[in-house]
Protein backbone atom coordinates (compact mmCIF):
# COMPACT_ATOMS: atom_id res chain seq x y z
CA UNK A 1 0.00 0.00 0.00
CA UNK A 2 1.13 3.57 -0.93
CA UNK A 3 2.47 5.19 1.95
CA UNK A 4 0.70 8.14 3.39
CA UNK A 5 -2.08 9.82 6.13
CA UNK A 6 -5.54 9.79 4.80
CA UNK A 7 -7.80 11.34 7.05
CA UNK A 8 -10.58 12.66 4.59
CA UNK A 9 -12.19 9.11 4.21
CA UNK A 10 -12.29 8.54 8.26
CA UNK A 11 -15.26 9.94 8.74
CA UNK A 12 -17.54 8.52 6.14
CA UNK A 13 -15.83 5.20 7.30
CA UNK A 14 -16.95 5.49 10.83
CA UNK A 15 -20.21 5.69 9.81
CA UNK A 16 -20.28 2.67 7.65
CA UNK A 17 -18.00 0.38 9.95
CA UNK A 18 -18.57 1.84 13.00
CA UNK A 19 -15.27 1.93 13.72
CA UNK A 20 -14.27 2.75 17.25
CA UNK A 21 -11.82 2.82 20.08
CA UNK A 22 -11.66 -0.99 20.49
CA UNK A 23 -10.28 -1.51 23.96
CA UNK A 24 -10.56 1.13 26.36
CA UNK A 25 -9.88 0.20 29.58
CA UNK A 26 -12.42 2.66 31.05
CA UNK A 27 -15.05 1.66 29.24
CA UNK A 28 -15.35 -1.45 26.16
CA UNK A 29 -18.37 -0.33 23.70
CA UNK A 30 -18.48 -3.39 21.88
CA UNK A 31 -21.16 -2.89 20.07
CA UNK A 32 -19.75 -0.40 17.84
CA UNK A 33 -17.09 -2.34 17.18
CA UNK A 34 -16.35 -2.75 12.84
CA UNK A 35 -17.84 -5.58 11.26
CA UNK A 36 -15.52 -8.64 11.07
CA UNK A 37 -14.94 -8.12 7.57
CA UNK A 38 -14.11 -4.63 7.73
CA UNK A 39 -10.53 -3.99 6.48
CA UNK A 40 -10.62 -5.45 3.02
CA UNK A 41 -10.01 -2.82 0.67
CA UNK A 42 -7.30 -0.10 0.41
CA UNK A 43 -9.92 2.50 1.79
CA UNK A 44 -10.63 0.79 4.95
CA UNK A 45 -7.31 -0.18 5.71
CA UNK A 46 -6.06 3.35 5.05
CA UNK A 47 -9.19 4.67 7.81
CA UNK A 48 -7.70 2.27 10.25
CA UNK A 49 -4.17 3.61 9.76
CA UNK A 50 -5.73 7.14 9.69
CA UNK A 51 -7.55 6.10 12.74
CA UNK A 52 -4.25 5.79 14.66
CA UNK A 53 -3.02 8.42 13.53
CA UNK A 54 -5.84 10.56 14.67
CA UNK A 55 -5.37 9.70 18.29
CA UNK A 56 -1.89 11.30 18.42
CA UNK A 57 -4.30 14.91 18.37
CA UNK A 58 -5.55 13.64 21.84
CA UNK A 59 -1.90 14.44 23.18
CA UNK A 60 -2.50 18.08 21.97
CA UNK A 61 -5.68 18.43 23.57
CA UNK A 62 -5.82 16.12 26.92
CA UNK A 63 -2.10 16.50 27.96
CA UNK A 64 -1.14 19.77 27.33
CA UNK A 65 -2.93 21.63 30.59
CA UNK A 66 -1.85 18.69 32.50
CA UNK A 67 1.80 19.62 31.21
CA UNK A 68 2.19 22.30 31.41
CA UNK A 69 0.25 23.70 34.64
CA UNK A 70 1.58 21.05 36.83
CA UNK A 71 4.96 22.30 35.54
CA UNK A 72 6.62 25.76 35.42
CA UNK A 73 5.03 26.84 32.22
CA UNK A 74 1.56 27.89 32.57
CA UNK A 75 -1.52 28.32 34.54
CA UNK A 76 -4.96 27.91 34.44
CA UNK A 77 -6.53 30.61 36.98
CA UNK A 78 -10.31 31.59 37.73
CA UNK A 79 -11.26 34.40 35.91
CA UNK A 80 -13.18 37.25 38.28
CA UNK A 81 -16.56 35.79 37.28
CA UNK A 82 -16.07 32.42 37.85
CA UNK A 83 -14.74 31.11 34.54
CA UNK A 84 -12.33 28.06 34.69
CA UNK A 85 -12.98 27.01 38.26
CA UNK A 86 -14.37 23.88 37.20
CA UNK A 87 -15.04 22.66 40.30
CA UNK A 88 -11.27 23.74 40.83
CA UNK A 89 -9.39 20.70 38.94
CA UNK A 90 -7.49 23.18 37.69
CA UNK A 91 -6.47 24.31 41.11
CA UNK A 92 -5.50 20.75 41.59
CA UNK A 93 -3.26 20.77 38.46
CA UNK A 94 -1.30 23.84 39.51
CA UNK A 95 -1.33 22.98 43.49
CA UNK A 96 -0.40 19.15 42.74
CA UNK A 97 -3.22 18.10 45.18
CA UNK A 98 -5.09 15.89 42.84
CA UNK A 99 -6.85 12.83 42.71
CA UNK A 100 -8.05 10.10 41.08
CA UNK A 101 -11.22 11.83 40.55
CA UNK A 102 -9.55 14.78 38.95
CA UNK A 103 -11.27 15.45 35.50
CA UNK A 104 -8.19 16.29 33.75
CA UNK A 105 -6.80 13.36 34.93
CA UNK A 106 -9.48 10.73 34.43
CA UNK A 107 -9.66 12.37 31.31
CA UNK A 108 -6.16 11.90 30.00
CA UNK A 109 -5.70 8.60 31.28
CA UNK A 110 -9.34 7.82 29.20
CA UNK A 111 -7.56 9.14 25.72
CA UNK A 112 -4.78 7.32 26.03
CA UNK A 113 -5.91 3.85 26.60
CA UNK A 114 -8.45 4.52 24.14
CA UNK A 115 -5.59 5.42 21.74
CA UNK A 116 -4.06 2.06 22.96
CA UNK A 117 -7.23 -0.04 22.01
CA UNK A 118 -7.40 2.11 18.34
CA UNK A 119 -4.19 0.52 17.42
CA UNK A 120 -4.45 -2.69 18.39
CA UNK A 121 -7.56 -3.56 16.52
CA UNK A 122 -5.56 -1.76 13.50
CA UNK A 123 -2.88 -3.94 13.84
CA UNK A 124 -4.89 -6.84 14.41
CA UNK A 125 -6.62 -5.91 11.12
CA UNK A 126 -3.75 -5.48 9.11
CA UNK A 127 -1.55 -8.85 10.12
CA UNK A 128 -4.90 -10.31 8.84
CA UNK A 129 -5.00 -8.19 6.06
CA UNK A 130 -4.98 -10.76 2.52
CA UNK A 131 -4.57 -7.49 -0.03
CA UNK A 132 -1.14 -6.41 1.21
CA UNK A 133 2.44 -7.42 0.05
CA UNK A 134 4.46 -8.79 3.15
CA UNK A 135 6.07 -5.58 2.67
CA UNK A 136 3.48 -2.94 2.84
CA UNK A 137 2.17 -4.94 5.83
CA UNK A 138 5.27 -5.13 7.82
CA UNK A 139 5.80 -1.30 7.13
CA UNK A 140 2.11 -0.46 8.41
CA UNK A 141 2.00 -2.57 10.97
CA UNK A 142 5.39 -0.94 12.28
CA UNK A 143 4.02 2.37 11.95
CA UNK A 144 0.99 1.53 14.67
CA UNK A 145 3.18 -0.61 16.43
CA UNK A 146 4.91 2.95 17.20
CA UNK A 147 1.98 5.07 17.57
CA UNK A 148 0.55 2.24 20.05
CA UNK A 149 4.69 1.95 21.99
CA UNK A 150 4.38 5.96 22.06
CA UNK A 151 0.84 6.43 24.08
CA UNK A 152 2.03 3.67 26.17
CA UNK A 153 5.26 5.70 26.95
CA UNK A 154 3.01 8.63 27.55
CA UNK A 155 1.32 6.57 30.52
CA UNK A 156 4.48 5.31 31.58
CA UNK A 157 5.60 8.91 31.66
CA UNK A 158 2.95 9.77 34.03
CA UNK A 159 1.44 7.20 35.85
CA UNK A 160 4.26 5.09 35.96
CA UNK A 161 3.09 1.53 36.92
CA UNK A 162 0.21 0.71 34.04
CA UNK A 163 -1.91 -2.16 32.64
CA UNK A 164 0.62 -3.31 29.52
CA UNK A 165 -2.31 -4.34 27.02
CA UNK A 166 -1.23 -4.92 23.79
CA UNK A 167 -3.24 -7.61 21.49
CA UNK A 168 -7.28 -6.65 20.94
CA UNK A 169 -9.89 -8.91 22.53
CA UNK A 170 -13.12 -8.03 20.64
CA UNK A 171 -15.32 -10.24 22.59
CA UNK A 172 -13.97 -11.12 25.85
CA UNK A 173 -13.12 -8.28 28.69
CA UNK A 174 -9.23 -8.93 29.71
CA UNK A 175 -8.57 -6.56 32.96
CA UNK A 176 -4.74 -6.94 33.54
CA UNK A 177 -3.36 -5.46 36.80
CA UNK A 178 -0.59 -2.85 36.32
CA UNK A 179 3.17 -3.55 35.53
CA UNK A 180 5.55 -1.90 36.75
CA UNK A 181 7.70 0.71 35.34
CA UNK A 182 10.57 -1.16 35.09
CA UNK A 183 8.67 -3.67 33.39
CA UNK A 184 6.87 -1.21 30.45
CA UNK A 185 10.21 0.26 29.79
CA UNK A 186 11.48 -2.84 28.95
CA UNK A 187 8.79 -3.80 27.03
CA UNK A 188 9.07 -0.47 25.07
CA UNK A 189 12.82 -0.42 24.21
CA UNK A 190 12.39 -4.07 22.76
CA UNK A 191 9.09 -2.85 20.62
CA UNK A 192 10.81 0.22 19.01
CA UNK A 193 14.31 -1.67 18.98
CA UNK A 194 12.33 -4.01 16.60
CA UNK A 195 10.27 -1.68 14.48
CA UNK A 196 12.98 1.22 14.44
CA UNK A 197 14.39 0.46 10.79
CA UNK A 198 10.79 -1.09 9.60
CA UNK A 199 8.84 2.28 10.24
CA UNK A 200 8.02 3.96 7.39
CA UNK A 201 10.71 6.14 5.92
CA UNK A 202 11.53 10.09 7.35
CA UNK A 203 9.95 11.36 3.77
CA UNK A 204 7.55 14.23 3.03
CA UNK A 205 4.95 11.66 1.73
CA UNK A 206 4.68 10.09 5.19
CA UNK A 207 4.08 13.00 7.08
CA UNK A 208 1.83 12.14 10.11
CA UNK A 209 2.75 8.74 10.10
CA UNK A 210 4.94 6.89 13.05
CA UNK A 211 8.39 7.13 10.72
CA UNK A 212 11.91 5.78 11.53
CA UNK A 213 12.90 9.20 12.63
CA UNK A 214 9.50 9.10 15.06
CA UNK A 215 11.06 5.81 16.75
CA UNK A 216 14.81 6.99 17.03
CA UNK A 217 13.40 9.89 18.65
CA UNK A 218 11.14 8.10 21.18
CA UNK A 219 14.25 5.66 21.99
CA UNK A 220 16.32 8.78 22.68
CA UNK A 221 13.08 9.82 24.76
CA UNK A 222 13.22 7.45 26.85
CA UNK A 223 17.06 7.31 27.30
CA UNK A 224 17.09 10.19 28.29
CA UNK A 225 14.29 10.32 30.85
CA UNK A 226 15.43 6.48 32.37
CA UNK A 227 17.67 7.69 35.43
CA UNK A 228 14.30 10.32 36.24
CA UNK A 229 12.11 7.38 36.11
CA UNK A 230 14.48 4.82 38.12
CA UNK A 231 15.11 2.12 35.25
CA UNK A 232 17.88 0.21 34.72
CA UNK A 233 18.95 -1.25 32.23
CA UNK A 234 22.82 -2.71 30.29
CA UNK A 235 25.02 0.17 28.62
CA UNK A 236 25.31 3.92 28.90
CA UNK A 237 21.61 5.90 28.61
CA UNK A 238 23.34 9.13 27.59
CA UNK A 239 25.25 7.31 24.94
CA UNK A 240 21.97 5.73 23.77
CA UNK A 241 20.63 9.22 23.49
CA UNK A 242 23.53 10.34 21.71
CA UNK A 243 22.95 7.96 18.70
CA UNK A 244 19.61 7.78 18.33
CA UNK A 245 19.92 11.27 18.48
CA UNK A 246 22.78 10.97 15.82
CA UNK A 247 20.29 8.73 13.65
CA UNK A 248 17.54 11.39 13.30
CA UNK A 249 19.74 14.21 12.46
CA UNK A 250 21.19 12.14 9.65
CA UNK A 251 17.86 11.64 8.25
CA UNK A 252 17.22 14.83 6.27
CA UNK A 253 15.23 17.20 8.98
CA UNK A 254 16.63 20.73 8.17
CA UNK A 255 16.06 23.31 11.20
CA UNK A 256 13.69 26.02 9.91
CA UNK A 257 15.42 29.29 9.27
CA UNK A 258 12.07 31.29 10.55
CA UNK A 259 11.12 29.66 13.63
CA UNK A 260 7.55 30.55 13.28
CA UNK A 261 7.49 28.55 10.43
CA UNK A 262 7.21 25.64 13.10
CA UNK A 263 3.56 27.18 13.90
CA UNK A 264 2.12 28.69 10.91
CA UNK A 265 -1.32 27.44 9.78
CA UNK A 266 0.81 25.58 6.58
CA UNK A 267 3.40 24.24 9.45
CA UNK A 268 2.80 20.64 8.05
CA UNK A 269 5.15 21.92 5.56
CA UNK A 270 8.50 22.06 7.98
CA UNK A 271 11.62 20.51 7.37
CA UNK A 272 11.94 20.19 10.91
CA UNK A 273 8.46 18.28 11.99
CA UNK A 274 9.37 14.04 13.13
CA UNK A 275 6.37 13.45 14.51
CA UNK A 276 2.91 15.10 14.17
CA UNK A 277 -0.94 15.25 15.18
CA UNK A 278 -2.57 16.28 12.15
CA UNK A 279 -5.20 18.78 12.66
CA UNK A 280 -7.96 20.61 9.95
CA UNK A 281 -9.95 23.40 10.41
CA UNK A 282 -12.84 21.56 8.71
CA UNK A 283 -12.12 18.89 12.24
CA UNK A 284 -15.28 18.73 13.86
CA UNK A 285 -14.98 17.40 17.04
CA UNK A 286 -17.05 13.83 16.33
CA UNK A 287 -15.86 10.56 14.78
CA UNK A 288 -12.48 11.12 16.72
CA UNK A 289 -12.32 14.34 14.40
CA UNK A 290 -10.62 15.68 17.29
CA UNK A 291 -10.53 20.05 17.10
CA UNK A 292 -7.51 22.14 17.37
CA UNK A 293 -9.08 24.46 20.16
CA UNK A 294 -5.96 26.26 21.17
CA UNK A 295 -7.68 29.88 20.28
CA UNK A 296 -10.42 28.71 22.75
CA UNK A 297 -8.46 27.77 25.71
CA UNK A 298 -6.34 31.24 25.87
CA UNK A 299 -7.30 33.81 24.32
CA UNK A 300 -9.71 36.62 26.20
CA UNK A 301 -13.36 36.66 24.47
CA UNK A 302 -12.46 39.92 22.87
CA UNK A 303 -8.47 39.29 21.36
CA UNK A 304 -10.56 38.50 18.53
CA UNK A 305 -10.29 42.09 18.12
CA UNK A 306 -7.49 42.91 17.91
CA UNK A 307 -6.01 40.07 16.17
CA UNK A 308 -8.41 40.33 13.22
CA UNK A 309 -9.74 36.80 13.43
CA UNK A 310 -13.02 35.37 12.72
CA UNK A 311 -13.55 33.58 16.10
CA UNK A 312 -15.31 35.23 19.22
CA UNK A 313 -16.46 34.67 22.11
CA UNK A 314 -13.43 32.27 22.96
CA UNK A 315 -12.87 31.15 26.73
CA UNK A 316 -10.34 32.91 28.46
CA UNK A 317 -8.37 30.65 29.82
CA UNK A 318 -4.70 29.00 30.06
CA UNK A 319 -1.65 31.70 30.58
CA UNK A 320 1.99 31.66 31.11
CA UNK A 321 3.22 32.12 34.63
CA UNK A 322 5.08 34.95 35.17
CA UNK A 323 8.22 33.96 35.75
CA UNK A 324 8.09 32.19 32.52
CA UNK A 325 8.05 34.95 30.75
CA UNK A 326 10.65 36.73 32.44
CA UNK A 327 13.22 34.06 31.21
CA UNK A 328 13.34 35.38 28.13
CA UNK A 329 15.43 38.59 26.88
CA UNK A 330 13.64 41.38 24.79
CA UNK A 331 16.00 40.56 22.16
CA UNK A 332 15.12 37.17 21.51
CA UNK A 333 12.28 36.83 19.04
CA UNK A 334 10.81 34.07 20.82
CA UNK A 335 9.34 36.21 23.41
CA UNK A 336 6.54 38.16 20.98
CA UNK A 337 6.74 34.93 19.05
CA UNK A 338 5.25 32.93 21.84
CA UNK A 339 3.20 35.28 24.04
CA UNK A 340 0.42 37.91 23.65
CA UNK A 341 1.03 40.32 25.92
CA UNK A 342 0.22 44.42 26.55
CA UNK A 343 -2.62 46.88 25.52
CA UNK A 344 -5.14 45.17 23.13
CA UNK A 345 -6.31 47.49 20.40
CA UNK A 346 -9.36 47.31 18.69
CA UNK A 347 -8.47 46.75 14.80
CA UNK A 348 -11.49 48.69 13.21
CA UNK A 349 -11.53 51.90 16.17
CA UNK A 350 -7.76 52.16 16.90
CA UNK A 351 -8.83 52.72 20.57
CA UNK A 352 -8.57 50.39 23.61
CA UNK A 353 -10.43 47.02 24.26
CA UNK A 354 -12.41 47.34 27.29
CA UNK A 355 -13.56 44.26 29.33
CA UNK A 356 -17.12 43.93 30.74
CA UNK A 357 -15.57 44.93 33.74
CA UNK A 358 -14.59 48.23 32.24
CA UNK A 359 -11.11 47.92 32.60
CA UNK A 360 -8.52 48.21 29.43
CA UNK A 361 -7.85 44.55 27.84
CA UNK A 362 -3.91 44.63 28.90
CA UNK A 363 -2.29 41.38 28.71
CA UNK A 364 -0.13 41.72 32.03
CA UNK A 365 2.52 39.18 32.69
CA UNK A 366 1.79 39.26 36.57
CA UNK A 367 -1.48 37.08 37.28
CA UNK A 368 -2.88 38.25 40.42
CA UNK A 369 -5.43 36.87 43.27
CA UNK A 370 -7.83 39.13 43.75
CA UNK A 371 -8.41 39.14 47.97
CA UNK A 372 -11.77 37.95 49.09
CA UNK A 373 -12.34 36.13 46.11
CA UNK A 374 -11.09 32.68 47.39
CA UNK A 375 -13.36 29.29 46.01
CA UNK A 376 -13.97 26.38 48.65
CA UNK A 377 -12.61 27.42 51.73
CA UNK A 378 -9.01 27.53 49.53
CA UNK A 379 -6.32 29.73 49.18
CA UNK A 380 -7.18 29.72 45.64
CA UNK A 381 -8.86 33.53 44.36
CA UNK A 382 -9.98 34.79 41.11
CA UNK A 383 -7.74 36.80 38.83
CA UNK A 384 -8.86 39.42 36.74
CA UNK A 385 -9.99 38.68 33.29
CA UNK A 386 -7.05 40.24 31.16
CA UNK A 387 -4.70 39.05 33.62
CA UNK A 388 -2.03 36.90 31.83
CA UNK A 389 0.35 36.34 28.91
CA UNK A 390 -1.69 34.36 26.32
CA UNK A 391 -0.65 31.94 24.32
CA UNK A 392 0.40 33.06 20.68
CA UNK A 393 3.10 30.47 19.65
CA UNK A 394 0.86 29.08 17.03
CA UNK A 395 -0.36 31.05 14.15
CA UNK A 396 -3.94 32.33 14.26
CA UNK A 397 -5.71 32.15 11.10
CA UNK A 398 -7.86 35.07 9.94
CA UNK A 399 -10.99 33.47 8.81
CA UNK A 400 -10.26 30.68 11.66
CA UNK A 401 -13.77 30.11 13.51
CA UNK A 402 -14.57 26.40 15.02
CA UNK A 403 -10.74 24.81 14.78
CA UNK A 404 -7.28 25.69 14.15
CA UNK A 405 -6.09 23.74 10.96
CA UNK A 406 -2.41 24.07 12.29
CA UNK A 407 -0.59 20.71 13.20
CA UNK A 408 0.81 20.07 16.74
CA UNK A 409 4.61 18.39 16.47
CA UNK A 410 5.16 16.21 19.14
CA UNK A 411 9.19 15.65 17.86
CA UNK A 412 10.54 18.01 16.24
CA UNK A 413 14.41 19.02 15.49
CA UNK A 414 15.14 21.05 17.43
CA UNK A 415 14.20 19.01 20.40
CA UNK A 416 16.50 16.53 19.26
CA UNK A 417 19.29 18.59 19.29
CA UNK A 418 18.78 20.05 22.62
CA UNK A 419 18.42 16.27 23.76
CA UNK A 420 21.59 15.87 22.66
CA UNK A 421 23.43 18.47 24.72
CA UNK A 422 21.74 17.63 27.64
CA UNK A 423 22.89 13.61 27.22
CA UNK A 424 26.47 15.07 26.25
CA UNK A 425 26.49 16.73 29.41
CA UNK A 426 25.19 14.28 31.74
CA UNK A 427 26.98 11.76 30.19
CA UNK A 428 30.58 13.61 30.43
CA UNK A 429 31.00 14.07 26.84
CA UNK A 430 32.33 16.92 24.66
CA UNK A 431 31.18 20.66 25.70
CA UNK A 432 32.05 22.19 22.94
CA UNK A 433 29.76 20.08 20.85
CA UNK A 434 26.93 20.80 23.27
CA UNK A 435 27.70 24.27 23.31
CA UNK A 436 27.36 24.32 19.17
CA UNK A 437 24.06 22.53 19.57
CA UNK A 438 22.30 25.21 21.98
CA UNK A 439 24.25 27.92 20.21
CA UNK A 440 22.75 26.70 17.16
CA UNK A 441 18.69 26.93 18.69
CA UNK A 442 19.58 30.21 20.75
CA UNK A 443 20.89 32.09 17.23
CA UNK A 444 18.27 31.39 15.31
CA UNK A 445 15.70 32.40 18.24
CA UNK A 446 17.37 36.00 18.34
CA UNK A 447 18.27 36.13 14.80
CA UNK A 448 22.28 36.57 15.00
CA UNK A 449 25.01 34.91 17.48
CA UNK A 450 25.60 38.13 19.66
CA UNK A 451 24.10 35.97 22.42
CA UNK A 452 26.05 32.75 21.75
CA UNK A 453 27.42 30.93 25.12
CA UNK A 454 30.87 30.86 25.81
CA UNK A 455 30.52 27.31 27.08
CA UNK A 456 27.26 25.42 28.31
CA UNK A 457 25.83 23.74 32.07
CA UNK A 458 22.99 21.77 32.57
CA UNK A 459 21.15 24.96 33.74
CA UNK A 460 21.81 26.93 29.96
CA UNK A 461 20.34 23.91 28.49
CA UNK A 462 17.25 23.69 30.49
CA UNK A 463 16.75 27.49 30.32
CA UNK A 464 17.13 27.06 25.78
CA UNK A 465 14.38 23.81 26.20
CA UNK A 466 12.25 26.71 27.95
CA UNK A 467 12.96 29.16 25.57
CA UNK A 468 12.14 26.62 22.54
CA UNK A 469 9.77 24.48 23.91
CA UNK A 470 7.30 26.35 25.63
CA UNK A 471 3.43 25.56 25.25
CA UNK A 472 5.19 22.17 23.62
CA UNK A 473 4.24 19.91 26.33
CA UNK A 474 7.40 19.23 28.36
CA UNK A 475 7.33 21.34 31.32
CA UNK A 476 6.32 18.55 33.60
CA UNK A 477 8.65 15.57 31.82
CA UNK A 478 11.66 18.45 31.82
CA UNK A 479 10.90 20.26 35.03
CA UNK A 480 11.23 16.40 36.62
CA UNK A 481 14.58 15.55 35.03
CA UNK A 482 15.97 18.85 36.03
CA UNK A 483 14.99 18.40 39.96
CA UNK A 484 12.68 21.66 39.72
CA UNK A 485 9.20 19.59 39.69
CA UNK A 486 7.53 20.82 42.69
CA UNK A 487 8.70 24.50 42.42
CA UNK A 488 6.22 26.94 40.01
CA UNK A 489 6.61 30.11 38.37
CA UNK A 490 3.90 32.15 39.71
CA UNK A 491 4.89 33.73 42.65
CA UNK A 492 1.35 33.90 44.78
CA UNK A 493 2.21 33.29 48.74
CA UNK A 494 -0.73 31.80 49.39
CA UNK A 495 -0.68 28.55 46.48
CA UNK A 496 2.97 26.84 47.19
CA UNK A 497 2.85 23.37 45.53
CA UNK A 498 2.85 20.35 47.13
CA UNK A 499 6.46 19.26 46.88
CA UNK A 500 6.23 15.20 47.98
CA UNK A 501 8.24 13.08 45.69
CA UNK A 502 5.03 10.84 45.06
CA UNK A 503 3.61 13.23 43.20
CA UNK A 504 6.08 12.56 40.05
CA UNK A 505 3.34 10.05 39.39
CA UNK A 506 -0.58 10.81 38.87
CA UNK A 507 -3.01 8.41 40.70
CA UNK A 508 -5.08 5.92 38.90
CA UNK A 509 -8.25 7.18 37.51
CA UNK A 510 -11.17 5.90 39.62
CA UNK A 511 -13.26 5.63 36.55
CA UNK A 512 -10.61 2.89 34.93
CA UNK A 513 -10.08 1.13 38.82
CA UNK A 514 -14.46 0.92 38.57
CA UNK A 515 -14.17 -1.12 35.35
CA UNK A 516 -11.01 -2.88 36.07
CA UNK A 517 -10.62 -4.27 40.07
CA UNK A 518 -6.90 -5.36 38.99
CA UNK A 519 -5.59 -2.04 38.99
CA UNK A 520 -3.53 -1.02 41.90
CA UNK A 521 -3.56 2.72 42.76
CA UNK A 522 0.23 4.29 43.10
CA UNK A 523 1.96 5.11 46.39
CA UNK A 524 1.25 8.13 48.01
CA UNK A 525 -2.69 8.57 46.87
CA UNK A 526 -5.70 7.40 48.67
CA UNK A 527 -7.17 4.15 48.12
CA UNK A 528 -9.98 3.64 44.79
CA UNK A 529 -13.37 4.25 46.49
CA UNK A 530 -15.96 1.65 46.76
Known amino acids: MKRKTILSFITGLFLLGGLSSCMDLDETVYDKLPADDFGQSTAELNALIGNSHNTMKKFWTEYMHLSECSGSMAV ?63 QDVADLRGVRAFWIYVMMDYWGNIPLLTEFHPTDKVFPGNSSRQEVFDWLIQEVEEIKDICPPATTENYGSFTQGAAYSLLAKLYLNAEAWGVTFSGNAYQKVIDNCDKVMAMGYILEPNWKD ?33 HNNTLHYKDYLFLGITASGTWNGICAQPEYVRLFDEEDARLDGTFLTGLMIDKSTGKPIMTDHNNELNHTIDVNMIPGMEYDGTNWSAVEQHDGARCFKWEFASDLTSSMGNDFHIFRLADIYLMKA ?53 SRQDDIRFGCFTTGMWPQSNCERKADDYLKLLPVSQDAWQVNPNLKQNPGYAAFSK
Not at 95 to 108: D, E, F, I, L, N
Request: proline content about 1%; some cysteine; overall charge negative.
Open 76 to 138: TPTRRGGDWYDGGQYREIYMHTWTSQTSRVKSAWKAATEAIGTCNEAIRKLQNSEILTEEEKA
Open 262 to 294: NFSVTNENSKEAILAATFSSSDTGNDGNVKNEL
Open 422 to 474: EALLRGGGSVSEATALVNTIRERGYGNSDHNYATVTLKEVQLERRLELAWEVY
